[in-house]
């Protein structure tokens, strides 16, 4: 067995590359993409398979839906905001089922280091009815998505991997086994069962309920739950999920005993197994990254007479934000360890900022200087490097809320009075989702003005490539219906700062819908283009 | 054995070519070892930092708890300060001295150094003078790390080893710099310490 080094996400998608994958696809996402990301290298480094970043997750749901329906094993990966968008083939795809392999990795931000919500996919998983598989490990990770190939196309149903951040992006050394080759020629799937008409889709929806017991009997036996009792002390039973278990463990050997424990690594959960680890104990703490998911089940609504739960509901863990070693310790009674102190000074707050020579800080200055004749203005941004334009020195955007919203909240902020409506959205964004809300405003002549900001690339995440830019992005804006007279290219450099000025105040003052495209590329690729 | 390395800086000075150099030569001395970066928005600028952890047996938690790093390993003066509580009162500290300045409230650099000095064990490097004395002001991580090697529970080959690994898609010459940055690190070190 060879060793190797990976992040949490890189351990994933060599495990699907030895599973015998045909295709991967994927959207940028922190901490996501470094699964695609290692993907293509493997693709590029001669391994026989594809790896596609797509226009959006949606899209690259279907794609790995329709590898799925021909007979072949798929990967699609995301992060947890990336299945909201996808959810509604991901849902579906639970009642058509897969045909060969399907397997979505659905990584979770708790503690929101890049993201605006720390939603836990554990839910998605459970309202499809699917499988769901939580490593804890790197090596749990790699072995896990392996299995996830084989599961999903033992029980004909897509199979969720849900990773969060800590794995996601953390480095350890991984053995690795012997690859199998892809599902050879094709099998279709059975049009009956992905026709989803009503009278299919009944069918086939009461067959995934039927199979929920074969799934929960899989959960019973599988390695990855593991119930540990120890018979020599029943006073407290932990129920730990996914990386909760590492805390856990790095905590127990500190203390006088090691508490009975329940570690659960697949949902549906092991019914039976919990009720042995209840059963036995006196108090019970549920230990979890992300939402309280278990300890909402275990708790129901009356509790568990003469058992005390604790958990996230009862605060002796945090309720949100990522889970430490520090608080797991605290939960399990233990004091907390003192570090130095830095005492009497500031430690000044270094927050992320748009890079030295960004066009997006020329485009937010000529921006600013143009709406200061527009007192009641509003500005609606989006997901992007440009979402650091809220903050000092700045301050150039209200809004950001998810992929493509700033261009139909600006629609609505234009029909409920506001003006001028601005939309300030990037490039890939725009392809990604900002395409049908400006077809909307289009077609009603909305008295908007949106810019977009083509740098070229998808920049926050590390500079994958972006589907609108360039000259095409222009033609396509001509074919969503913007009037050529207003849609406007401007080069953000501060040598043109005044000609820029003088070109958006002429858009804030029409009353119909502009469109000013602020084209010039991200700084980064610029400067990764000369060095090689 | 336990070692468990608070690594900092600002996004772009290299801290997970630092990691990468480390994990590498601990994987090479048949160590466990596990390392939790930052990546994504906390890059651009922002400060920076990874939980790196090398032990002779396995490890299960990514983070390391309060009050139990082995070393604070920073490239940057400031960003030392900001993990101070990870570290076991007994730690080392090994900083450079060469402030980045992205931010207006940026500290009286004596100030942090005065407090950087209540650590027991401390190590101030000026790692931009002698990553340029070593031909690449780039290679200040580098510098870095070679200070630290004084201290790692790793063999100094198996550092250099991956520090060629590392760079030589970038030619020989940035190979040598960053070997060169490393052992001017590594010297100033055992001056100092």
Known sequence: ??????????????????????????????????????????????????????????VAYEEALGVSFAGKRALVSFKHVGLNVAADPFINSAITGANGGLVVVVADDPGMHSSQDEQD???????????????????????????AFDLSERFGIPVMIRLVTRLAHSRASVSVREPRLPNQGLSYGHPEDWTLLPSNAKRRFRLLLDRQGELKEYAEQSVFNQLVINSENNKLGVVVTGIGFNYFKEVAAKMPYEPSYLKISTYPFPENKLRQLLEKVEEILVIEEGYPFMERFIRGVAGIPGKVIRGKMDRSLPSSGELTPDAVSLALGLSQKKGLKVENFKIAQRPPQLCPGC????????????LKDFPNNNVFSDIGCYTLGALPPYNAVKTCVCMGASVSMAKGGAEAGIFPSVAVIGDSTFAHSGITPLLDAAYANT?????????????????????????????LIEGLGVGKDHLKVIVPLPKNHEQNVKTIKEELAYHGLSVIIARRECIQILGDKKRS | MKY????????????????FVIDNAALE?????????????????????????LSDTRIYSDLIPLGEADMILSVEP?????????????????????????????????EIFKEIRKAPVNVLIDSEKLAKEAGSIRAQNMVM???????????????????????????????QNNLKAFELGRQAALQKH
């Open chain 1, 121 to 147: 996919s554990r839910y998605y998983a459970d309202f499809a009815r699917i499988l769901c598989l939580e490593p804890t490990s790197h090596q749990e990770a790699y072995d896990m998505t392996r299995e």
């Open chain 2, 29 to 53: 001395a048949g160590l466990f070892f596990k390392q939790a970066e930052v990546h994504g928005m906390s890059q651009r600028g922002g400060a920076v930092q990874s939980h790196l952890r």
């Open chain 2, 4 to 19: 468990d390395i608070i690594l900092a800086g600002v996004g772009g000075q290299g801290i997970l070519s630092i990691a």
């Open chain 1, 447 to 475: 008295d908007m003005t949106v810019i977009i900001l083509d740098n070229g690339t998808v920049a926050m995440t590390g500079g994958q490539p972006s589907f609108g830019t360039g000259e095409p992005l222009n033609r």
């Open chain 1, 359 to 370: 066009p997006h800080a020329d485009t937010f200055k000529a921006l600013n200087e143009a």
């Open chain 1, 1 to 58: 067995m060879k060793k190797m080094v990976l992040l949490g996400d890189e351990a994933v998608a060599l495990a699907a590359a030895h599973a015998g994958l045909t295709a991967g696809y994927s959207y940028p996402g922190t901490p996501a993409s470094e699964i695609m990301e290692y993907l293509i290298r493997l693709s590029n480094g001669g391994e026989n398979l594809l790896a596609r970043w797509c226009v959006n997750e949606k």
């Open chain 2, 78 to 110: 400031l960003e030392t300060l900001r993990y101070f509580e990870y570290l076991k009162p007994e730690g080392a500290v090994v900083s450079s001295t060469a402030p980045y300045v992205n931010i207006p409230d940026y500290p009286p650099l004596e």
């Open chain 2, 145 to 175: 790390l070679g200070a630290a090697s004084v201290f790692l529970p790793l063999r100094e080959e198996h550092l250099k080893k991956y520090i060629e690994v590392l760079f030589e898609r970038r030619g020989a010459q940035l190979v």
